[in-house]
Nanobody, 114 residues
Framework: QVQLVESGGGLVQPGGSLRLSCAGS????????MAWYRQAPGKQRELVAR???????SYGEPVRGRFTISGDSAKNTVYLQMNSLKPEDTAVYYC????????WGQGTQVTVSS
């Protein structure tokens, strides 16, 4: 049974930082394209950052230069370092694994507010 479990969300002031983690069980992350998505209230889910199984990273335009995606294959964990957070980054953040199948985590809430 595949499980993706996100953690690290919370309330942070504008300009602050958070690091999200996505830990996997029943799945080997290196065999999948791994990504972070987010969904704000009333908006569609959008891609935040991605690590393809072949390597490299890509980012959605709103977060480019502020967020960094990384992975630790030994821990089967993917991270999202979020710096210079803005109120518009407020959303539920989801971990995603995609290749022959697609898996989602349950999401973690990030709220950026003073």
């Amino acid at each position: 049974q595949v499980q993706l479990v996100e953690s690290g969300g919370g309330l942070v002031q504008p300009g602050g930082s958070l690091r999200l983690s996505c830990a996997g069980s029943g799945i080997t992350f290196s065999a999948y394209n791994m990504a972070w998505y987010r969904q704000a209230p009333g908006k569609q889910r959008e891609l935040v950052a991605r690590i393809p199984r072949g390597g490299g990273t890509s980012y959605g335009e709103p977060v480019r230069g502020r967020f960094t995606i990384s992975g630790d294959s030994a821990k089967n964990t993917v991270y999202l370092q979020m710096n210079s957070l803005k109120p518009e980054d407020t959303a539920v953040y989801y971990c995603n694994a995609n290749w022959d199948d697609t898996y989602w985590g349950q999401g973690t809430q990030v709220t950026v507010s003073s």
